[in-house]
């Protein structure tokens, strides 16, 4: 299991690299190409001497204006149902920039961490790539600020750009809080396709009122945060931006792989039942004696997600909050059949944060 930290939605088998010399390990990396990083989990080695850390992030080319983007641009426009005048817009040109990049396949990148050198996978056809670092406890634990540690890509000589990322080092024990993201912490209408079209690609998010503080009060108590969404990765950077500036606690993104040159682009719009449970069901594995927060809502199938997992590990999930989208009571079949077999004092669904206790 270790072997891939499977904390990732199409992870296959990783290896661990060794630090190599920074010369020989410059990433190969074009003047218009770029890297994105995302913030990802590092936990203890058996022997409590290492931290053991995953690092995934995505290399790209924008789509420059040729006829390949205009084709590309007319599907994804079909896919969405939107007419060619609103992907004139600001918002919409920022928001599907990454869904109509050129993805650049067997790249290798390389990372430092302090004064170590690491050379990771090479990466997918959708331009992922993954790998996993040893790191020695108190060198990692000297280099952290706050709990995270900072790494850049190794670039070549006369290349001034940075390219940087981190990693959660994040203890055995405590609680964290796996979130969703779509009306659970950002209003998305996910029940009105066009709405959550709108809301996605259209227009400016917004925070679900409240959320954040709630999150931020948890953070005061200790607890870690995990993002995981049905949302594509293509989506991380304006949904970083907005958790961050809607006053989030820094957090781990945990969310779907697609790309619009083949069928995965079809799970934009599937079930995201399967694709969660891929992800929290690891996670929680790789912490056993970590205690979890599970908080989602009433739009998908969050409470069904998350009472599968509380009654696979009843220890580990403290409280599941679902915040209702579709006015449904506690009471109806929907979540009597679903939460049935869990203590009644283990889920709670809500309309607003100040319902949801602040301790834990």
Known sequence: ??????????????????????????????EDETIVFF?????????GGQWVAQVHGWIFEAESDSWLRTASLAGFLALLDLGPEQAETLIFRQRARPFLADNE?????SIR????TFELEPSAEDGHFFGIVRLDVRTADRLARDGWLRYTAVMAPRDQREFAGQIRLLEPTGVSVISDIDDTVKVSEVTDRQKLVENTFLLPFREVEGMAGLYRQWARRGATFHFVSASPWQLYEPLADFARQAGFPHSTYHLRRIRLKDRSVLSLLADPLTAKLQVIEPLMETYPQRRFILVGDSGERDPEVYAKIAEERPEQVLRIYIRDVTGQAADTPRYQATFGKLPEEKWQIFDEPSAIPTSF
């Open 39 to 47: 913030p990802t989990l590092a936990h203890p080695s058996d022997d």
């Open 113 to 116: 961490i302090g004064t170590s």
């Open 1 to 30: 299991m270790q072997a891939c930290f499977a904390l990732f939605l199409g992870c296959t088998s990783l290896v661990v690299w060794n630090s190599c010399p920074a010369i020989a390990c410059a990433s190969a990396i074009k």
């Open 105 to 109: 396949r067997g790249k290798r990148i």
